[in-house]
């Protein structure tokens, strides 16, 4: 299961470091430490209060676009993955935007997609292709 530092969860959750760590100390999001004795979070649960942001309308500002292309990227948190035999459903929870793409499971597995894991939603026209960030 991915864990993310707390700069790296308040940046995916589009707020400063300060606020993370409030959530954290009002309980609204439940912390753990990471191998560096660093405050960390974990995937699934970074994942369920993305979700639980956004239901509520508790979404930062969006920033001001200084750039875009034609190719949209989002970046998120994996929220849910339904599998079947063939094919798989990815939910993917992007600040207040909440991205679904259909995929082979062999693509899903290979991806190793569950809650949790980071991902890019890539749009172009009417499909979305998820992709793994490389990890640092």
């Not at 798989?88 to 992007?94: G, H, T």
């Amino acid at each position: 299961m991915p864990t993310y530092r707390m700069r790296e969860a308040a940046e995916l959750l589009g707020v400063s470091d300060d606020t993370a760590r409030r959530w954290v100390d009002a309980g609204r999001i439940t912390a753990t430490t990471d191998a560096d004795g660093r405050q960390a979070v974990e995937g699934a649960e970074l994942a369920r209060f993305a979700q639980e942001l956004a239901a509520a309308g508790e979404q930062p500002r969006p920033r001001p676009i200084v750039s875009e292309s034609a190719r949209n990227r989002f970046t998120g948190l994996v929220t849910r993955v339904l599998r079947d035999t063939v094919m798989a459903q990815v939910d993917i929870q992007s600040g207040p935007h909440r991205f679904v793409s259909l995929m082979s499971r062999e693509a899903a597995d290979d991806l190793g997609l569950e809650p949790g894991v980071l991902a890019i939603a890539s749009i172009k026209s009417t499909n979305v292709v998820v992709e793994i960030p490389r990890q640092p």
